[in-house]
């Protein structure tokens, strides 16, 4: 459908005013919880139970081994921490997408058209999920033990690599999602998609060289399940032996979001406002 999306307008429009704008938003959609403080309270603590359940989980099936497959235990649960924080900006900045499916179904979707601004930014900054922080601190703090454990140095070129590679993990995560979500635009029963992509981060806490030969190859080469964690870690926690794919994991990542993106776009470049 033609919408003011399509002009060059919003191109022009620099990242001081998106972030403006984008701050501008996420105000509102914040006051918007809080004033349920309730429902804001208990869906956090829900949040926080789930990952100390998953925490639980994970001390109960490697505690009892020094080792699996040549990974110390400390090494798992950094990469468990690690998994957890780059999950994060998906949790917290594309929300909106498991709505996505229910605008383009019944028709709503078209309000988001007709603004002169990026369709893509403007529909996903719509909403944040504060309760995704939780989740940050809880990882963070994970991520944080398991390095005391490890007696990694404390350098800033060592955090710099940390900071570079958990936004690469996050790149592809949030690619994930977003093609999952952008899939609705073809496909009516889509939903089963999303929830695939959600349920491939639980894979991301574990190094991919304890699964199979194929299962190493569908987590590397078509669900990035290892770039999420395993492959940009290995850069803190074996940088004597680093493979190639580390090193190509920030632009792999780069262009998996931004093909996720396109991807979306497209889809929307489609859409005609009919619903279904």
């Known amino acids: 459908m033609e919408t003011i999306n399509s002009n060059a307008a919003y191109r022009r ?128 703090g994970t991520l944080v033990y398991a390095w005391i454990k490890l007696a990694l140095p404390v350098s800033l070129i060592l955090i710099l690599k940390t900071v570079v590679a958990l936004v690469t993990a996050s790149l592809f995560m949030m690619a994930l999602q977003n093609a999952a979500a952008a899939s609705c635009f073809w496909i009516q029963n889509s939903f089963w998609l999303l929830d695939i992509s959600l349920k491939m981060k639980d894979y991301a806490k574990y190094p991919v060289t304890i699964f199979n030969d194929v299962f190493k190859f569908i987590f590397t080469f078509i669900i990035p399940v290892a770039f999420m964690a395993y492959y940009p870690s290995l850069a803190i926690l074996r940088p004597d032996n680093v493979p190639v794919l580390t090193y190509l994991s920030p632009f792999l990542g780069i262009l998996a979001f931004y093909g996720s993106y396109k991807l979306w776009m497209k889809g929307a470049g489609k859409y005609d406002g009919s619903g279904s």
Request: net charge positive; charged share 15%.
């Open 13 to 140: 429009k620099g990242p001081a005013f998106y972030l403006k704008i984008y701050l501008k938003i996420v105000a509102q959609d914040i006051k918007s919880k809080m004033s349920y403080r309730t429902d804001f309270f208990i869906s956090t603590i829900g949040m926080i139970t789930t990952n100390i359940a998953g925490f639980i989980a994970f001390l109960i099936m490697f505690g009892k081994f020094p080792s699996i497959n040549g990974w110390e235990y400390y090494e798992i649960l950094f990469l468990y921490g690690f998994s957890l924080i780059s999950i994060t900006p998906t949790q917290c900045l594309l929300d909106n997408n498991w709505s996505l499916r229910r605008y383009v179904y019944d028709g709503d979707f078209v309000k988001y058209c007709f603004r002169p601004i990026n369709l893509w930014f403007y529909y996903v900054s719509e909403v944040f999920d504060v309760k995704g922080l939780g989740q940050l601190a809880f990882g963070t």
